[in-house]
């Protein structure tokens, strides 16, 4: 029996809704609030206590400092891999250049003598950035959070990862060689919804921020909906995801690699296959069963691929295909098809696009120059991956002059007046009296 189960839509006619018939994660948030809720009541009521014994409750170690010393980053750089340092300095550099281009100038427009908008793009003040360390240390998360903060210019930094009882209570070791590489000297070991609930109400040494960005489970993901109305927040990214456009040209082995590499990150991950070819669908079944024996998070991966997230969506035609993987809106997508520029192009709904054989996503994770903290269970119908653009928000910057402002006055006292708004409309009038 496959691991990965085959739904077919071949068949399907144009009332059937794609996006309820391909496999989604069971992701729940509204289930998580009372449970959040109550952490975050209980980090705002208790401060750095109720931080200390919530990680102990759920990270199983009690942390002395939430704030992880100085010295202690500058010791995991000097001890990290020399491969490992400079697998990140490629990757930082890279990121630094997309980021770098991202960088939007101010958009002037005159719209008469003396009648000047500015569209004035300013960084956040302070930002509180959340790395997840749980199943896996996920340092190259720290690169995709710290850099586009640094390039748009953010003055104040902060980190969280949850503690690891390994390291007596600190941040991975990894973790926080990432952070001394990229000059980030705020770092405390805190994790899940407590992490968003210090960076929120501001906690001890940790001020609070303007802005929280960053992964996580769905603690981390509930407790940015919760406190989004005290802090901005760039996404709810849940488990992550890939879906797969695959034509009969398709390399089955480079396919189900891909698959694995998702599910490698979590049981709830899920990794979807859209494809014209029963054929390759059958070879990509035969490569899982050989391929995911030989990993070494088998139990991982296996639950992942069987759970009702994950599947193969046999289509008739690349058209059916395209519409399929654009009402399911990916956090990644792969296109394995005859000319996957063209098809790629067409995608409207999806994080990020990986087009054909030597583009898989594990590329994006680490060292394309792309960001891998991308919009997931759907969100990219409406949503976009984390980037510069996350980190700054826009002013408009309105310099009239006397005459500038006398060409649209009477338009300004009629418009005030037919909204019943004398008021404004005098604030007009009495520059001219």
Not at 238 to 247: H, R, V
Not at 368 to 381: E, K, R
Request: proline share 5%.
């Amino acid at each position: 029996m496959p691991l990965i189960r085959r739904i077919d839509l071949r068949g399907a006619d144009e009332s059937v809704d794609y996006r309820s018939a391909v496999p989604r994660a069971d992701f729940d948030v509204e289930a998580a609030v009372p449970a959040v809720h109550a952490i975050c009541e209980e980090v705002r009521t208790g401060g750095v206590e109720a931080i200390k014994s919530l990680g102990e409750r759920f990270d199983g170690v009690r942390v002395d400092d939430l704030r992880v010393p100085s010295e202690e980053l500058t010791a995991a750089l000097e001890q990290l891999d020399p491969q490992i340092r400079a697998g990140l300095e490629e990757s930082v550099r890279r990121l630094r250049a997309t980021c770098a281009n991202e960088l939007e100038a101010d958009a002037v427009t005159d719209l008469g003598p003396g009648a000047r908008v500015t569209h004035r793009k300013v960084p956040v003040g302070r930002v509180g950035l959340y790395v997840p360390g749980g199943l896996a240390p996920l340092v190259s998360s720290v690169l995709m959070n710290v850099v586009p903060a640094q390039v748009a210019g953010v003055g104040s930094i902060a980190l969280a990862s949850p503690p690891q009882r390994e390291f007596g209570g600190s941040v991975h070791p990894t973790i926080l060689a990432a952070c001394a590489l990229l000059g980030v000297e705020e770092v405390y070991a805190v994790g899940g919804a407590q992490a968003i609930a210090m960076f929120a109400y501001g906690v001890g040494e940790c001020r609070k921020v303007d802005l929280v960005t960053g992964p996580g489970n769905i603690y981390v993901v509930t407790a940015k909906r919760l406190l989004k109305g005290q802090v901005g927040i760039d996404s709810e990214a849940g488990p992550t995801e890939i879906a797969i456009l695959a034509d009969d040209t398709a390399d089955a082995a480079f396919v189900a690699a891909d698959l694995i590499s998702q599910a490698e990150h979590d049981p709830l991950a899920a990794s979807v296959l859209v494809t014209t070819s029963e054929t390759l669908a059958d070879d990509v079944d035969a490569e899982l069963d050989k391929q995911v024996s030989a990993t070494k998070h088998v139990e991982r991966i296996r639950t992942s691929l069987t759970g009702p997230q994950s599947g193969t969506v046999l289509v008739r035609d690349l058209e059916q295909g395209l519409a399929v993987v654009d009402a399911y809106a990916a956090e990644h997508l792969e296109i394995h098809t005859v000319d996957a520029s063209s098809w790629a192009a067409r995608v409207r709904n999806a994080g990020a696009i990986f087009v054909g054989s030597y583009a898989p996503v594990s590329l994006g994770d680490y060292c394309a120059g792309s960001n891998h903290v991308l919009p997931t269970g759907g969100c990219a119908c409406h949503s976009s991956g984390l980037s510069v653009r996350a980190f700054t928000k826009s002013v408009h910057v309105v310099d009239y002059s006397r005459e500038g402002l006398s060409d649209v006055a009477d338009h300004v006292v009629t418009l005030a007046e037919a909204e019943d708004l004398p008021g404004h409309g005098a604030a007009v009038r009495v520059r001219f009296e």
